[in-house]
């Protein structure tokens, strides 16, 4: 006899974008699906379902987490946020504005998941970056239509204009 049943569902209470959720879960339910097809939270996209591409990415506790790998079961007394709880992040309006001025997507499919990640950045951005230390932090993440270029530029432009508003306050 199995430990568990592979159709066997489980409770999960978590916080999701601020809110309070309790519903129920197949214990085999990757997180992207149950995010997207249980919640109805579809700005979370699914690419690669291997970890690699980072369409998926979502906070999970303030850190940046792949939710094609880990399951929904998991998600118990955890703080989840996705691309949808950006909104009422101070940072995301400006980081908004840079994507849209340094046209930093095409056809929006990775997008979600570099906002998530950088939305985690710059948390604990430090004043002075460089570019490669950017590229760095994106390199988890896949594009295939931007070329970088402008994502690069939009982060640049948060980062220098959050040092100049933490300056002159």
């Keep these: 006899m199995p430990l568990?049943?592979?159709?066997?569902?489980?409770n999960v209470e978590f916080n999701l974008n601020g809110k309070n959720v309790s519903t129920e879960t197949n214990n085999r339910t990757l997180l992207s699906d149950f995010i997207r097809h249980t919640i109805g939270e579809t700005?979370?996209?699914?690419?690669?379902?291997?970890?690699?591409?980072?369409a998926c990415t979502v906070l999970l506790d303030g850190e940046p987490i792949r939710s094609c790998l880990m399951f929904a079961s998991q998600l118990n007394g955890h703080n989840?946020?996705?691309?949808?709880?950006l909104s009422t992040d101070k940072d995301f309006v400006?980081?908004?504005?840079?994507?849209?001025?340094?046209?930093?997507?095409?056809?929006?499919?990775?997008?979600?998941?570099?906002?998530i990640t950088i939305s985690a950045?710059?948390?604990?951005?430090?004043?002075?970056?460089?570019?490669?230390?950017?590229?760095?932090?994106?390199?988890g993440?896949?594009?295939?239509?931007t070329g970088y270029v402008g994502i690069v530029n939009a982060v640049k432009e948060v980062i220098k204009n959050k040092n100049n508003r933490l300056k002159n306050a």
């Excluded at 700005?43 to 980072?54: K, P, Q, R």
């Excluded at 400006?94 to 906002?115: D, N, Y």
């Excluded at 710059?122 to 390199?139: M, Q, V, Y």
């Design 94 to 115: 400006h980081l908004r504005k840079a994507f849209k001025k340094h046209h930093a997507l095409q056809c929006g499919f990775c997008t979600p998941g570099f906002l």
């Design 80 to 85: 989840l946020v996705t691309v949808e709880g």
């Design 141 to 145: 993440n896949i594009c295939r239509c």
């Design 121 to 139: 950045f710059l948390k604990t951005a430090p004043k002075e970056i460089d570019e490669n230390n950017i590229r760095e932090i994106l390199s």
């Design 4 to 10: 568990y049943k592979s159709n066997s569902k489980l």
């Design 43 to 54: 700005g979370t996209h699914v690419g690669c379902e291997h970890g690699i591409c980072g």
